[in-house]
């Protein structure tokens, strides 16, 4: 996934500009949290960076909450690669 080479610079904008970026996440960017989150995979190695990323989201906003649950239904029985033993849920918890 393309997608993953963002992350690094996204966990270094939230970290540099802190309630900022998270108001931006929120504010500009539709469904940030189902966005980040097929990140959880290991595979793609920033998984520590999408859960401060989603955790700072999460925490300001209900909305991005409801969409990752609907996420979570919808997706978190799925095994994930590399060796499928674990699924996305699994891995967010």
Do not use: W
Not at 10 to 32: G, H, M, P, Q, R
Not at 45 to 55: A, N, P, T, Y
Not at 66 to 81: T, W
């Amino acid at each position: 996934m393309r997608g993953q080479a963002v992350i690094p610079a996204l966990a270094y904008l939230f970290n540099k500009y802190k309630d900022d970026a998270a108001v931006v996440a929120i504010d500009e960017t539709i469904n940030f949290a189902e966005k980040l989150a097929p990140f959880i995979n290991p595979e793609y190695g920033v998984q520590k960076e999408v859960i401060g990323l989603l955790s700072d989201v999460l925490n300001r906003d209900q909305h991005n909450c409801l969409i990752l649950q609907k996420f979570i239904v919808k997706y978190g029985n799925e095994l994930i690669r590399p060796e499928g033993k674990r699924t996305l849920k699994q891995e967010m918890y």
